[in-house]
Nanobody, 127 residues
């Protein structure tokens, strides 16, 4: 059974940093693309960042480029999201996800590309 467990969320001030972690189990982690999505109240879940199975390719939504960094440690089955210069508009529940297909980054920014999701971790940024 695949499990994804996020941690690291919290309440911070604008300009602060947070690092989210997502620990995976139940799948050969090192062969799957991983991603972070977020969902703000009353909004659709949206893509934030993705990283290919080897870590060689990363992708970001425009609003976080230059501020967020996605990384992974395949030895620890963990993916990270380093979030710097946080803004109030970054407030959301952040979810990690593992792709449905191994060795693929096809449609990396769409929810349908991912088979399993974590329970989410809340990030609140106040001005």
């Amino acid at each position: 059974q695949v499990q994804l467990v996020e941690s690291g969320g919290g309440s911070v001030q604008a300009g602060d940093s947070l690092r989210l972690s997502c620990a995976a189990s139940g799948r050969t982690f090192s062969t799957y693309t991983m991603a972070w999505f977020r969902q703000a109240p009353g909004k659709e879940r949206e893509f934030v960042a993705a990283i290919s199975w080897s870590g060689g390719r990363t992708y970001y939504t425009d609003s976080v480029k230059g501020r967020f960094t996605i990384s992974r440690d395949n030895a620890k089955n963990t993916v990270y999201l380093q979030m710097n210069s946080l803004k109030p508009e970054d407030t959301a529940v952040y979810y990690c996800a593992i792709s449905a297909t191994s060795y693929s980054t096809t449609s990396y920014d769409t929810k349908r590309a991912y088979a399993y999701w974590g329970q989410g971790t809340q990030v609140t940024v106040s001005s």
